[in-house]
């Protein structure tokens, strides 16, 4: 009998199948660093106004030479970290809110008051936009935009349903009665998309509340425990009457096709501002944009920029990146290349040189945002150490309790342990 | 690791002689050098980098300063890191759920193409397909896709009259199982070994079984199973490992979240998540090494229990 079996050749090639396998799961990096290195997170349109923008600045700087990085929001930030730690982090990068602090308090960015005013004008921007970016009085960033919260309506679907319009006086209450209501009378649409997991909009109703998210230190949460309770037992009962869908419903939600407005499952939705243009090409009817509902007294909103051009500490080019910076926010062709792609515009100016048709969904964000400026009340810090963390805890442990998994007291208790960890 | 076994050799047959000790040591030189590369691959790939994530484990480190030493403590907070146990669940239920019935479909296949069929390399290819795409981004996008609330498995339920089906990949209770499905989906590369392996066993023992009266049941229990028990051994050994490593699908049907409610987050996203959402490459570290004692305890208990049914030919 020969079946060529032997007890060593199969402990060899099991061996060398696992080392080969151990080989595979290697990957490979590296970057050159000769020009000037631009690196920025966004979908397809950002990677193709922000293409525009450099071959503009290559046609002005014909000495310039730029390279560039870019991907998608969630991939951007593992190459970024990784570049950051082998001190190769592009020059001039687009930061987010959500890391400004990791990165900033960990000394990966460049302070850019020295520029302010010189080699970056910022005299345009409000002055709430301008500071966004600024911790212990050191600037890490440029802002690229006006940001603020807001409601995206779609009136036709309302009326379809038979359900009476909304209006921006809609307090927490009445909107969840209104769309209980839709939900249940129509039978196939919900009321709301469920918000129960997003950070964000529970910051606006914590301030309505007369405090911040965060300690003025970053280092612990300034909010009541019974805060967070109200808000997530309110998006229970939302889902438990169909004022807002099912946890498996929310938990397809990635890109903006799949959000449940933009399938006409429900008319209302909740995003910053800016995002209205990219939900509207996925819904037939025209949206509109209210401010979200309050609890009755002021709101809780606020404008700021949440995205920056920031400037590596590491960087050895960092006038040159400055001036890029510089280009990036205030040249009147990049400004008009740019649109609202990044945001609604930082500046009366840059809002005024696009001139946007006010009944664009473009031109409805601009106006959105001029219209509540003055009204909000003043913009907290920026977000600390460790708030993406949080960030997606938060979703996670709305869907825990969505999926009840969890009970709202427990999904809480697990909340502020996690950031007794994360914030420091 | 056999390439040290013959290094190991080469010395000791340096020791034995003396004759010829120049041409020995010639020899051994050229050895070495034909070593070299891969020496350095070891030594700059695997070992350098394997030594420094142990000393990042025992740091605190977040990418962006120095490391902190802080001993094991990173080992012991694992213990009371709840979503880490959780992961560690959903880690071994897929591995030893979607493992066994991976190696039976494919072995069952390897089956019935050994009957000497026509267009055997047709077929063969065919179903070795998905072996070369499951691990793919592409068709985890598919697959998220399929099993979604309007994805074709539910047109499929809605044409067999189950209206309103659930989404498969949004629900706790069956996201994890269309990852099991994916992964036995990919049996293609085990199948082709047992096929290799199903050739060479040798026909006279069936014939001489039929002879002896025995059915197609009996043939295969008694005859083909003994017989290729190295090759399953191998492959259990090889897959097992291959799911505990599983990463991209559970990273993309999930979104990089390891949803719904953690029912995804196997061990290696949380890893990930760790390491480069948090920035606590320390504990990510950490949780690599446990991983690998996991890993290798597992491949130990296989060589182990081997021996009571592994039948070698030696």
């Not at chain 1, 109703?205 to 967070?228: C, H, N, P």
């Not at chain 2, 003396?18 to 010639?26: D, G, R, Y």
């Not at chain 2, 070795?128 to 998220?144: H, K, N």
Request: one cysteine or more; glycine letters at 10%; hydrophobic letters at 45%.
């Amino acid at each position: 009998m020969n079946t060529n079996f032997t007890r060593r050749r199969m402990l060899g090639t099991t061996l060398a199948g696992m080392a080969a396998a151990s080989l595979a799961a290697c990957g490979s990096g590296g970057s050159g660093d000769s020009g000037l290195g631009l690196s920025w997170y966004g979908g397809d349109p950002v990677h193709e106004a922000m293409k525009k923008l450099v071959e503009l600045y290559a046609e002005k700087h014909p000495d310039a030479d730029i390279t560039t990085q870019y991907s998608a929001f969630a991939d951007y930030w593992d190459k970024l970290a990784t570049q950051t730690a082998g001190r190769s982090a592009p020059d001039v990068m687009r930061m987010s809110m959500s890391y400004l602090s990791d990165y900033a308090d960990r000394g990966a960015l460049a302070d850019l008051s020295q520029y302010v005013g010189d080699t970056i004008d910022l005299g345009d921007q409000a002055p709430d936009v301008a500071d966004s970016a600024s911790l212990d009085g050191a600037l890490y960033g440029v802002g690229q935009s006006s940001i603020a919260l807001a409601a995206f309506v779609d009136r036709e679907l309302i009326a379809q349903a038979g359900a009476p319009d909304v209006d921006e006086s809609w307090t927490w209450d009445s909107f969840a009665a209104w769309a209980k209501d839709l939900g249940g009378s129509s039978g196939d649409l919900y009321g709301s998309m469920d918000q129960g997991g997003s950070f964000q909009l529970f910051e606006a109703y914590v301030r309505e509340a007369g405090t911040e998210v965060f300690t003025d230190d970053g280092a612990g949460l300034a909010f009541d425990r019974a805060v967070l309770e109200q808000w997530w037992e309110y998006w229970h009962d939302m889902r438990a009457h169909r004022g807002a869908p099912p946890a498996s419903v929310s938990a397809e939600v990635a890109s903006f096709d799949t959000w449940p407005i933009a399938k006409g499952l429900t008319p209302v939705g909740f995003g910053f501002v800016q995002q209205i243009a990219f939900l509207q090409p996925y819904v037939d009817r025209p949206l509109d944009i209210l401010t979200p509902p309050t609890t009755g007294g002021t709101s809780g909103l606020y404008v700021k920029s949440l995205d920056f051009w920031s400037i590596a500490s590491t960087s050895s080019h960092q006038d040159e990146a400055a001036e890029l910076v510089d280009f990036l926010v205030n040249d009147d062709e990049a400004i008009t290349a740019l649109g609202v792609v990044l945001g609604v515009p930082p500046s009366q100016r840059a809002i005024e040189l696009l001139g946007l048709d006010p009944s664009t969904p473009e031109g409805k964000a601009v106006d959105y945002v001029s219209r509540i400026s003055g009204s909000v009340p003043e913009a907290p810090p920026a977000w600390p150490v460790g708030y993406n963390e949080l960030l997606t805890l938060f979703t996670k442990l709305n869907q825990d309790i969505g999926f009840e998994e969890s009970s709202v007291a427990d999904a809480v208790a697990a909340f502020f342990d996690a950031a007794e960890g994360a914030l420091s | 690791m056999s390439a040290l076994g013959e290094l190991r050799r080469l010395r000791s047959a340096k020791g034995g002689t003396t004759v010829a000790s120049k041409a020995a040591k010639q020899e051994e030189r050229a050895a070495y050098l034909f070593l070299l590369p891969w020496l350095a691959g070891l030594v700059l790939i695997t070992a350098g980098p394997m030594a420094i994530s142990f000393y990042i484990s025992l740091t605190d480190y977040n990418l962006l300063q120095a490391p902190e030493f802080v001993g094991l403590q990173n080992y012991l907070d694992m213990l009371g890191d709840d979503r880490l146990q959780n992961s560690l669940r959903v880690t071994f239920v897929y591995v030893f759920v979607s493992v066994p019935i991976q190696l039976a479909a494919a072995l069952a296949i390897a089956v019935l193409l050994n009957r000497g069929m026509k267009g055997l390399a047709f077929y063969r290819s065919v179903y070795y397909l998905p072996s070369l795409l499951g691990g793919s981004v592409a068709i985890a996008v598919l697959w998220r896709t399929l099993f979604g609330s309007d994805g074709i498995v539910n047109r499929g339920l809605a044409v067999l009259g189950v209206e309103n089906a659930p989404s498969w990949v949004a629900d706790p209770s069956t996201a994890l199982g269309t990852l099991i499905i994916l992964n036995v989906w990919t049996f293609g590369a085990p199948m082709v070994i047992f096929l290799a392996g199903l050739r060479q066993v040798p026909a006279s023992l069936y014939e001489a079984a039929s002879v002896d009266g025995a059915g197609r049941w009996r043939q295969f229990t008694r005859i083909t199973l003994p017989v290729i028990t190295p090759i399953i051994f191998f492959n259990v050994v090889l897959q097992i490992i291959h799911a505990f490593q599983a990463f991209t699908q559970a990273f993309i049907v999930s979104g990089g979240s390891g949803g719904p409610s953690d029912s995804t987050m196997f061990f290696t996203l949380y890893l990930y998540q760790t390491g480069f959402g948090n920035f606590q490459m320390g504990y990510a570290s950490a949780m690599a090494w446990v991983l690998l004692i996991i890993i290798a305890a597992f491949t130990a208990i296989n060589f182990w229990a081997s021996r009571f049914w592994v039948f070698y030919d030696d």
